[in-house]
C-alpha cells in the first residue's frame, strides 16, 4: 500500500469538508430570500464606484450603497454587543486613565491647572459623570506632588495595564468592523493595546499642556513678534485674546484630539494590511463630528429627562458614565464600518449576503453560486 495517495483521493476530503461546511451553513442561519440575493448580485464589480481612487472620487449612487450597507451593518446585534463590551471595560479603566493623565500632566506642569481645562467637558458628559469624574481629579491634583520615581513610574505603569483592558475591547471590535481575523501573537496583541493606551493617555495630557500654553502664548506674542510696545490691534488682543483661546481654542484642540485618536485607530489597531489615509478620513471625520452632537444631545436629555439617580441611585453616575462610552463607542465603530465599505466598493467586492456567515471564502463562493440562477 502506497504510503503517499493520488492527487484524486488527496482532493476528495477537501470537497467533502466543503460539503459539510455548507450543510453546517444551512442549517445555522436562515436561507436569503430573494430581495437579500438580487441586491448582492446588483452590488457586484460593476456597481458603481468600483475602482475610485479616493472617496472624494466616489459617485453618488456608489456613496448610497455605503451608507445603505454601513446601516445594515451597524444595525445588527452583533455591533450592539461590541459596544457595550467596550463600554463595559472603558468605564472599569476610567479611573486607572485619569490616574495615568495625571501623573503624566504633573511631570511637566502644575496640576492646578488641570481643573480649568476641564470646563470643555462639562456640555459633552453628562452632569452626574462630569461631577464624578471632576472629584475624582479634585482628589488626584490635590496630592503632594511626586517627581519620577521608580515608584510613580511602577504605579504609572500598573494604571496603563488596567486602562489597557478597554484597549483591548476597542481592538477586537474594529476587527469585528472590519472584517479582520486576529492573527496576531497574544504578545504582539498585548504590547499593541498597551502601547495605544499609552499613546492615547499622552496625546491627551499634550492636549491639556496645549490648552494651558495656549493663553500664555497670546500674552507674550508681541514680545516674540519683537514688539517694544504692543500697537492697538496688540493690546485689543492681550486684553481679549486669553478668554477667547480659553473659549474657542480650547474645544478645537479636543476635537483635533478626538479627530487624530479616532485616525490613528482605524490605521494602525485593526488586525489588516496598511491602506492609504484616504481611505481612513472619511470615518474619522463624521466619527469626531457625529460624537460630539451625540454626547452634546445624551449630555441634555441627561440633564432634563433621564433620571439615573432615582433609578440607580449612588450608581447612577456610574450608570450614566456607561451608556454615555456605549455612545461612544457606537459612533467609533460606525466611522470603522463606514471606512470598510468605502473600502469594499472601491475594490468592486460583493458584500456579505444577509443571513448567510462566510466562513471560508470557497464556501462563500460556492453557497453564492447556488443561490444564483
Sequence with gaps: MSLFPDSASSSEPDRKTIQNDMERVRQLTPEPDEEDIRQARKLGPDAPGTGAASPLAMPKAGWKIVFRQVFSEVGSSQTSLS??????????????????????????FDL????????????????????????????????PHTSLTIGLIFSLSVALWSASASTKSILSALNMAYNATETRSFLRFQATAL???????????????????APALVDYLPRILGFRKPPPPFDLLVSYGAPLVV????????????????????????CRDAVKWRWIVPGSAIATVLWVLLS????????????????????????????????????????AELNAGLEERARGAHPRIAGLPQPDPLVAEAVTAEHSP
Excluded: D
Design 83 to 108: 459596544a457595550a463590551g467596550c463600554a463595559f471595560y472603558a468605564t472599569l479603566s476610567l479611573f486607572p486613565a485619569i490616574s495615568s493623565l495625571i501623573s503624566l500632566y504633573g511631570l511637566a
Design 112 to 143: 492646578q491647572t488641570v481643573e480649568p481645562q476641564l470646563e470643555v467637558l462639562r456640555h459633552l458628559l453628562p452632569p452626574t459623570a462630569y461631577s464624578l469624574i471632576g472629584n475624582r481629579i479634585h482628589e488626584l491634583v490635590s496630592q
Design 195 to 213: 502601547a495605544t493606551t499609552f499613546m492615547a493617555v499622552f496625546g491627551a495630557a499634550l492636549t491639556l499642556a496645549l490648552m494651558v500654553a
Design 247 to 270: 473659549h474657542t481654542l480650547a474645544p478645537l484642540l479636543m476635537l483635533l484630539f478626538v479627530f487624530v485618536a479616532v485616525t490613528m485607530l482605524y490605521r494602525f489597531a485593526p
Design 296 to 335: 452634546l444631545g445624551f449630555s441634555w436629555y441627561v440633564a432634563h429627562f433621564a433620571s439615573y439617580g432615582a433609578t440607580y441611585g449612588p450608581l447612577g453616575a456610574v450608570a450614566a458614565i456607561m451608556m454615555w462610552f456605549f455612545v461612544s463607542a457606537y459612533v467609533v465603530l460606525f466611522g
